[in-house]
């Protein structure tokens, strides 16, 4: 068996709100009155997952009739309040407005309250953890047929619904004059827990033990919900975001932190690639003066480290292998440059001698290795002799190749 919760918040100038409980066959659970909004926690301990509707007095709402062109009701929603400013003193935009039953010749039954009041009473419920589930208007809640009119006694005040669906509340003591009136064009039909009152025919008396359950049977059936718009029920994600809101507030700054926790360090980064790069071109810039514009300068320092290793043993690498122990046993010889030419496979040394005899002896050693050696002509130079000597992988040639010679300038 479900059961539903059922609450009627006090009307303007009272303090008392009214609940009860009833099971789907229409039987009462549980019923009490409580203090507007003091007590509204005591009704949280009894939700428990249990759908509530809201029943707000009709005196709290304007219940009232429009004409609506045919062409414009397509347009209802946008149309309505409108249509309403005629019967309204205040502005249009305070009030929730929604369309009741459509009547005959053209007529739309509407239904507004102030903005102000219906959110009081969702802001006072959603305050101890109590969500509506549905909103509705107590008087809309009562039975409605063709030739019917049907009266709720509430003490000293009566819920009036007509037989085209207009519902009010009228002090009690009005019936008097009223009854007359509505006999005349229906059958009066009176629900009533007071057994000292008393009705002449042809008016019909239903008595009753509960009055708000006699509402409550009533939006047990279907009756005209309030929460539409901007007050449409939410879905579970949406009804649940309230709770977990600061929990996604938090996440959020965390998430927003580790993306600037990582745009800096890739600021960071990119500043340090930018510096090596600049590195990079002024180190190949100083070592290849020749090659200017170079767009990727590790690319082509790469070519020419291939082309150094280039041809095998007699390669840039395999020659200077060879020759560096020569060149470092060498006495009274330094290196003072170097060169190499690939497409050749030629070797060339910058060499600097205490005397001719020094370079000389380089030069026939090298021969005796194997070498091809021309040996430019030296030049004197303070505290000895500077050469240039080209080295060619070739055949023996001992004693055959060309031997240093001081420049005519410097022979004496």
């Known amino acids: 068996m479900t059961t539903a919760l059922y609450l009627r918040p006090p009307a303007a100038g009272e303090s008392l709100a009214e609940w009860l409980e009833l099971a789907d066959d229409g039987s009462v659970l549980a019923s009490a009155q409580l203090r507007w909004p003091d007590d509204l926690a005591q009704l ?23 004409q609506v062109p045919a062409k414009q009701r397509k347009h209802l929603a946008q149309v309505l309040p409108f249509l309403l ?13 929604v369309a009741g039953a459509a009547l005959p010749d053209d007529e739309q039954q509407v239904i507004a309250i102030e903005h102000v009041q219906l959110k ?6 959603a305050s101890h953890n109590l969500h509506a589930d549905d ?24 819920l009036l619904r007509l037989p085209d669906g207009s519902a009010q509340l009228l002090p009690a003591a009005d019936l008097d004059q009223l009854l007359p009136l509505l006999a005349a064009d229906s059958t009066v039909q009176f629900h009533c827990a007071d057994a000292d009152f008393h009705l002449q025919p042809p008016h019909q008396r239903h008595d009753i033990d509960h009055a708000l359950a006699v509402l409550a049977r009533g939006a047990q059936r279907q009756t005209l919900s309030l929460l539409q718009g901007p007050y449409a029920p939410r879905t579970a994600w949406q009804a649940h975001w309230k709770q977990w809101r600061k929990v996604a507030i938090v996440a959020g700054i965390a998430v ?21 790069d600049g590195a990079i071109r002024a180190s190949f810039s100083e070592a290849f003066p020749d090659q200017t514009n170079t767009p990727y300068p590790v690319n082509s320092m790469n070519g020419f480290i291939k082309n150094l290793g280039a041809g095998g043993a007699g390669g840039f690498s395999a020659l200077l292998a060879e020759i560096g122990p020569v060149l470092q046993n060498a006495d009274g010889i330094s290196l003072r ?11 060339r040394l910058d060499l600097s001698a205490r005397d001719l005899s020094a370079l000389n002896a380089l030069d026939s050693q090298f021969q005796q290795m194997g070498f ?13 002799y500077s050469g240039r000597m080209v080295l060619q992988r070739g055949g023996p040639q001992k004693g055959n190749g060309k031997k240093s010679s001081a420049s005519k300038g410097d022979q004496s």
């Not at 909103?135 to 009566?158: N, S, Y």
Request: proline share 2%.
């Open 44 to 66: 949280a301990t009894q939700t428990n997952g249990k759908k509530l509707t809201v029943l707000l007095p009709v005196s709290s709402a304007l219940v009232t009739r429009v």
């Open 85 to 97: 400013e005629d019967q309204i003193a205040g502005s249009i935009d305070e009030l929730h407005v």
């Open 120 to 125: 009081a009473v969702l802001d006072t419920l």
């Open 135 to 158: 909103v509705t208007l107590d008087a809309l809640c009562l039975p409605t047929a063709a030739g019917e009119t049907r009266i709720l006694l509430l003490g000293q005040d009566a």
């Open 256 to 276: 927003l932190a580790q993306y600037a926790y990582a745009m800096t360090d890739w600021l960071l980064l990119k500043q340090r690639v930018s510096a090596l």
């Open 337 to 347: 440059g170097l060169g190499y030419e690939a497409a050749s496979n030629e070797l």
């Open 372 to 384: 091809h050696t021309d040996m430019g002509q030296a030049s004197a130079s303070s505290g000895g």
